[in-house]
């Protein structure tokens, strides 16, 4: 944008904090039961080019629906046993990567998810307890030095 005036050219750069975003948030159906997890405010930033929706489950080559995943001594197992922790990191390694082709520095993240959550996760019970921990994504996003919060937070 920009304004002319008394032969002065003032050009205004708006400065726009591009985010990763989870993609369930964003109301895309990627959860593992098959639904979204809708919220205004992370949908309305996409709308308005200034976050990226990425699933990194799904980008990790898992199904939607799946089982449900929660993070058991550094390893994250389905409730059926089966250890899907490559595929998580995999997925989080690739999200990262779309993150930084479009530049973002902050992340809205589903909280909770194995994947997603960031300071508390499911406890590896699957009875809905939860514990202090950070999900696959969301830790190496921190570690890559992007800022993190959950739907919670915005
Ligand atoms: Fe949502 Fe993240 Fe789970 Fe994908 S991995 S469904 S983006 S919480």
Known sequence: MSYAGRGNRINLILLIVMK????????????????????????????????????????????????????????????????????????????????????CTEAVLASRSPSCGSGEVYDGTFSGKLTRGDGVFAALLKKNGIMVCTEDDV
Do not use: W
Request: proline share 8%; aromatic share 2%.
């Open 20 to 103: 990763i975003v989870s993609a369930c948030l964003a109301g895309m159906k990627t959860r593992y039961d098959g639904k979204a997890k809708p919220h205004p405010k992370v949908m309305e930033m996409v709308k308005k080019g200034e976050a990226v929706p990425v699933c990194p489950e799904q980008l990790g080559g898992l199904p939607t629906p799946r089982p449900a995943a929660e993070i058991i001594n550094g390893r994250v197992f389905t409730c059926e046993g089966r250890d899907v922790t490559e595929a998580l990191a995999k997925g989080a390694e690739k999200g990262l990567e779309i993150a930084k082709l479009a530049k």
